[in-house]
């Protein structure tokens, strides 16, 4: 048995979907209740769909009885606010874990690369089933910030840049990248962040918008790349040396969500 897992994914592991009018929808997420949930960054987040329907973003595993990160229930008072953000949630018809709102605020790109991680969606995922992938709809008009992807998380050759501009649309295995969001702001960025079960109603939403696994990579001086692997470095062997000193194991700068 293996994961039941998308074509459209096997090449790079990411789509960009066609670009929405989102200029067309009520700004929702500006009325959304906001909960404090340390992730990568400085981050709120606005549950949608949580495990029980309760205002809070653990993980579905983190809960009794544990379980993954499928069937999730709508957080009523939150959905009441953004019926748009819920339709879009809903509109590929798969399977749908947990789905918020993200709020970012501003970052810089050494942050952001300190910042790489994996998501952790297939916890406790049955084989045989379908492979959790991430939806990321930018709400935001974040056009000069950009998505980081890294299939190796100390490469800068394996980095993809997609910008963030209102509108994007992207269905990213997280599990896979090390990825991480460079906010330049000034203002914070929203994106409504959905986990969805891999499958023939993925695929077929997948294809309807055109999904395109090739994306142009916003372009970076590589001196300023290489000055920020340094600084990443740098900062990652102090706190590995903290954490020696006090006699923790170092398991990086990883959280459960972003
Ligand atoms: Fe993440």
């Given at each position: 048995?293996?994961?039941?897992?998308?074509?459209?994914?096997?090449?790079?592991?990411?789509?960009?979907?066609?670009?929405?009018?989102?200029?067309?929808?009520?700004?929702?997420?500006?009325?959304?209740?906001?909960?404090?949930?340390?992730?990568?960054?400085?981050?709120?987040?606005?549950?949608?769909?949580?495990?029980?329907?309760?205002?809070?973003?653990?993980?579905?595993?983190?809960?009794?009885?544990?379980?993954?990160?499928?069937?999730?229930?709508?957080?009523?008072?939150?959905?009441?606010?953004?019926?748009?953000?819920?339709?879009?949630?809903?509109?590929?018809?798969?399977?749908?874990?947990?789905?918020?709102?993200?709020?970012?605020?501003?970052?810089?790109y050494?942050?952001?690369?300190?910042?790489?991680?994996?998501?952790?969606?297939?916890?406790?995922?049955?084989?045989?089933?379908?492979?959790?992938?991430?939806?990321?709809?930018?709400?935001?008009?974040d056009k000069d910030s950009c998505i980081i992807?890294?299939?190796?998380?100390?490469?800068?050759?394996?980095e993809v840049r997609i910008a963030l501009p209102?509108?994007?649309?992207?269905?990213?295995?997280?599990?896979?990248?090390?990825?991480?969001?460079w906010?330049k702001?000034?203002?914070?960025?929203?994106?409504?962040?959905?986990?969805?079960?891999?499958?023939?109603?993925?695929?077929?939403?997948?294809?309807?918008?055109?999904?395109?696994?090739?994306s142009a990579s916003l372009p970076l001086d590589?001196?300023?790349v290489?000055?920020?692997?340094?600084?990443?470095?740098?900062?990652?062997?102090?706190?590995?040396?903290?954490?020696?000193?006090?006699?923790?194991?170092?398991?990086?700068?990883?959280?459960?969500?972003?």
């Open positions: 048995m293996s994961y039941i897992r998308s074509q459209a994914f096997e090449e790079t592991g990411y789509v960009v979907l066609d670009r929405y009018d989102q200029e067309a929808d009520p700004k929702e997420w500006l009325d959304l209740e906001y909960v404090d949930w340390k992730s990568s960054g400085d981050t709120r987040f606005a549950p949608l769909a949580s495990a029980f329907g309760e205002m809070e973003c653990n993980g579905f595993w983190n809960h009794t009885p544990p379980r993954t990160d499928k069937d999730g229930v709508w957080v009523e008072a939150n959905v009441a606010k953004a019926p748009h953000l819920k339709a879009r949630a809903e509109e590929p018809g798969a399977n749908i874990g947990r789905c918020r709102v993200i709020e970012l605020q501003p970052n810089d050494a942050e952001a690369l300190y910042n790489l991680h994996q998501d952790d969606n297939n916890r406790l995922n049955p084989d045989g089933t379908g492979w959790i992938v991430r939806g990321f709809f930018n709400l935001s008009d992807l890294r299939e190796d998380r100390f490469d800068p050759e394996t209102a509108g994007a649309q992207l269905i990213v295995d997280t599990q896979r990248f090390w990825h991480a969001v906010q702001g000034p203002e914070p960025r929203y994106c409504l962040i959905t986990s969805w079960e891999s499958g023939p109603a993925l695929d077929a939403y997948i294809e309807k918008y055109h999904g395109n696994p090739h590589p001196a300023f290489e000055e920020a692997q340094a600084q990443v470095r740098r900062r990652l062997a102090e706190r590995a040396a903290i954490l020696a000193a006090k006699g923790k194991a170092d398991h990086g700068p990883v959280d459960p969500e972003a």
